[in-house]
């Protein structure tokens, strides 16, 4: 039952891409907002809601391991394994939008967590208003900055014949066939890592995390296929932002997170912002401003060496 459950789940996942990124397309057009904003906002915001139910029914059940895991182990996902796999597939061009605004916030975000977690070993209802109020303010002005200077890479013809009730509909039926499709993932998955008797944090990490990024993975996947690569890089920073703004600072606002397992947790957050820099330090190599396919490679095989290090450390 367990199998039935990750391949029907895999298979929601793909059509819920698919829908997502073709209503995220037109929308940018009818908005007149650039591809990355709609990746950053709309698209992210859809294919990480699965971390947000995960997270906030995890931290209401008392298992604060999962909560607060899913998210990190979900944000290294989202570059080493989702981004790694994406530009293996195809070259990704970067807008230099990415080293102004994108990078240095999600670095920010990474680093206040980070703060958060190390000073009392917990996340306060105040301390997730910050997060969550941060976010707010980050979107606003993302969508009061950023005009769409891409228009003729879009098919504009095709997209002016899309009426709104598809638009909405498409959207609709990514965003639900995505979350559902996520939770026949997790549910199987998890059933079949308790099998090997693992630890809540080592579940969380790995298996959760990257149900709950296999929506991220599609929605990419999709968006490279499509040629529209602003969305994927877009919808995987502004997921990873998300996670942390909206993720944790909800979950927060409703239940203060403990930290448990607090050693390990502290590798998987180093984990996370070395990720974080690795991909900028990257950009800069030849070839600048690209994410190559050898660049997707050692991304690719450093998520498989944590992988490996999560089920082997003691």
Same mark, same amino acid.
């Given at each position: 039952?367990?199998?039935?459950?990750?391949?029907?789940?895999?298979?929601?996942?793909?059509?819920?891409?698919?829908?997502?990124?073709?209503?995220?397309?037109?929308?940018?057009?009818?908005?007149?907002?650039? *591809?990355?904003?709609?990746?950053? @906002?709309?698209?992210?915001?859809?294919?990480?809601?699965?971390?947000?139910?995960?997270?906030?029914?995890?931290?209401?059940?008392?298992?604060?391991?999962?909560?607060?895991?899913?998210?990190?182990?979900?944000?290294?996902?989202?570059?080493?394994?989702?981004?790694?796999?994406?530009?293996?597939?195809? /070259?990704?061009?970067?807008?230099?939008?990415?080293?102004?605004?994108?990078?240095?916030?999600?670095?920010?975000?990474?680093?206040?967590?980070?703060?958060?977690?190390?000073?009392?070993?917990?996340?306060?209802?105040?301390?997730?208003?910050?997060?969550? @109020?941060?976010?707010?303010?980050? +979107?606003?002005?993302?969508?009061? $900055?950023?005009?769409?200077?891409?228009?003729?890479?879009?098919?504009?013809?095709?997209?002016?014949? +899309?009426?709104?009730?598809?638009?909405? #509909?498409?959207?609709?039926?990514? %965003?639900?066939?995505?979350?559902?499709?996520?939770?026949? /993932?997790?549910?199987?998955?998890?059933?079949?890592?308790?099998?090997?008797?693992?630890?809540? !944090?080592?579940?969380?990490?790995?298996?959760?995390?990257?149900? !709950?990024?296999?929506?991220?993975?599609? !929605?990419?996947?999709?968006?490279?296929?499509?040629?529209?690569?602003?969305?994927?890089?877009?919808?995987?920073? %502004?997921?990873?932002?998300?996670?942390?703004?909206?993720? /944790?600072?909800?979950?927060?606002?409703?239940?203060?997170?403990?930290? !448990?397992?607090?050693?390990?947790?502290?590798?998987?957050?180093?984990? #996370?912002?070395?990720?974080?820099?690795?991909?900028?330090?990257?950009?800069?190599?030849?070839?600048?401003?690209?994410? $190559?396919?050898? *660049?997707?490679?050692?991304?690719?095989?450093?998520?498989?060496?944590?992988?490996?290090?999560?089920?082997?450390?003691?």
């Amino acid at each position: 039952m367990s199998v039935i459950f990750v391949l029907l789940g895999l298979t929601l996942l793909s059509v819920g891409g698919d829908f997502l990124v073709r209503g995220s397309v037109a929308l940018s057009f009818r908005l007149n907002l650039s *591809k990355m904003v709609i990746g950053m @906002t709309v698209v992210s915001f859809a294919t990480s809601a699965p971390e947000l139910l995960v997270s906030l029914n995890a931290a209401l059940d008392g298992a604060s391991a999962i909560a607060i895991n899913n998210v990190v182990g979900s944000n290294i996902a989202n570059i080493g394994l989702v981004l790694g796999l994406t530009g293996m597939v195809g /070259l990704i061009a970067v807008d230099r939008s990415f080293f102004r605004l994108n990078w240095p916030t999600m670095m920010i975000f990474s680093f206040v967590l980070y703060y958060f977690i190390q000073n009392d070993g917990m996340i306060s209802r105040l301390e997730g208003l910050i997060l969550f @109020t941060a976010l707010v303010a980050f +979107v606003l002005f993302l969508l009061r $900055t950023k005009s769409n200077p891409d228009l003729e890479e879009v098919d504009q013809i095709v997209l002016a014949e +899309v009426s709104l009730f598809k638009l909405i #509909m498409c959207l609709v039926i990514g %965003g639900a066939a995505l979350y559902v499709g996520s939770e026949f /993932l997790v549910t199987g998955a998890i059933d079949l890592a308790e099998a090997f008797n693992v630890s809540e !944090t080592v579940i969380s990490v790995s298996v959760v995390a990257i149900g !709950t990024s296999v929506p991220e993975l599609a !929605t990419s996947l999709i968006s490279v296929a499509k040629k529209e690569k602003a969305i994927s890089l877009g919808n995987l920073i %502004g997921s990873n932002i998300f996670n942390i703004g909206a993720v /944790l600072g909800l979950t927060a606002m409703i239940i203060p997170i403990q930290v !448990t397992e607090a050693e390990a947790l502290n590798v998987n957050l180093i984990w #996370m912002l070395a990720y974080a820099v690795a991909v900028a330090l990257m950009l800069l190599l030849p070839k600048r401003m690209f994410v $190559t396919r050898s *660049k997707g490679l050692v991304l690719f095989v450093a998520y498989l060496i944590f992988m490996y290090l999560t089920f082997n450390t003691p």
